[in-house]
């Protein structure tokens, strides 16, 4: 197995993002891959794989150039905006919820576009669907839908002028990538060198799409983050009763039933694991119980009453010692700034704290 090393930090959810997703192109490409920190002062994301340098960018390529030419990348539907939308951005402009054609319209389109894909070649691009989650006709508010509860909370291209998710970003990025040379793929995941066509370079890109504060952004990287979104199933909810059905669960966020959550927490893999490990731990209800204990307010902070609810500690020991043994020897907790405005909120992922388990 041969080692390939990111760029960036362990403190960077970009960099997080970006490992999941290459070790998952890698798998997808027919290659092997382990991912991983170094156990060092400063942690480096490592992948192991059967694939050279040369051979990863390739695969990078590969996978990048399908997408871009995919039905389900590039199929559009009306749902009555003034433009079309992208039928698998998981937040756009929906029908009404009386406008049952539409809603129909918008399946019928999504359908079509899965009943294209290569079953047997594509489960990684289905858990990426999976992931994104979709437009919900089922989650209700006060008086309306709030068909944006069904998609995941780590979907968090901002939607002004009218803009989402694959018409927007994912669309041009793979466009973008797919005529890259193999050198600009492999300098741009080691953090050789950063290019960002995409942002134009300039120090207000959002083209890392949430995973970063504002600033240029490798687009091979991104690319590659974005398709590690895959590994953080989302988890879908029904109604609760008629009104205030809370969001659709995804891997990794707290508070975990809200429209934009303050922080997020990583596992910090010290050792090499598969991606199908790395998607178990991500969400398993240990990484859960850690996470809330450590960004729980304590029973003394303003505003918390002395009765507030709290974790067994001896479940909270028992979680830390089961991600221990699983070679999760620390977790990153990236706190989650909301900005912008109320009718285009952005949120963007924060430097990440390590906590030593």
Not at 132 to 161: F, I, V
């Amino acid at each position: 197995m041969k080692a390939f090393f990111m760029g960036g930090s362990v403190r960077s959810a970009l960099t997080h993002f970006a490992l999941y997703g290459l070790a998952d192109i890698i798998e997808q490409a027919g290659g092997q891959a382990r991912l991983g920190w170094t156990d060092e002062g400063q942690p480096r994301g490592r992948v192991l794989s059967s694939l050279d340098a040369e051979e990863i960018a390739t695969a990078v390529l590969t996978i990048a150039r399908r997408d871009r030419d995919a039905t389900w990348v590039n199929a559009d539907v009306d749902t009555g905006g003034r433009v079309p939308v992208a039928a698998f951005s998981p937040r756009v402009k929906t029908p009404s919820v009386t406008d049952r054609p539409g809603w129909r319209r918008l399946q019928r389109t999504r359908h079509a576009a899965l009943d294209e894909l290569d079953v047997v070649n594509a489960a990684s691009t289905l858990r990426l669907i999976d992931a994104l989650g979709e437009p919900s006709h089922w989650h209700m508010g006060q008086q309306n839908l709030e068909p944006d509860r069904g998609a995941s909370r780590w979907e968090m291209k901002t939607r002004n002028r009218g803009e989402e998710f694959i018409s927007h970003r994912y669309r041009p990025l793979c466009h973008e990538v797919a005529d890259w040379p193999t050198e600009h793929i492999i300098q741009g995941l080691t953090g050789e060198k950063l290019r960002d066509p995409l942002g134009k370079d300039r120090d207000t890109s959002r083209s890392s799409s949430g995973l970063t504060t504002p600033g240029p952004a490798d687009n091979a990287m991104v690319y590659c983050a974005l398709r590690g979104i895959a590994q953080f199933p989302l988890g879908h909810r029904g109604t609760a009763g008629r009104w205030g059905t809370p969001v659709n669960a995804t891997p990794g966020v707290w508070p975990n039933e809200v429209t934009h959550p303050r922080n997020m927490a990583l596992p910090a893999l010290v050792g090499e694991v598969t991606p199908a490990r790395l998607r178990a731990i991500l969400v398993s209800a240990q990484m859960d119980l850690v996470h809330r204990d450590l960004v729980r307010p304590p029973r003394d902070a303003p505003g918390e009453s002395a009765d507030a609810d709290r974790t067994d500690p001896a479940l909270v020991a028992a979680a830390r010692a089961w991600l221990r043994q699983r070679r999760v020897p620390a977790v990153i907790v990236f706190p989650i700034l909301k900005t912008g405005s109320g009718n285009a909120p952005e949120r963007q992922v924060q430097s990440g704290k390590v906590h030593v388990l």
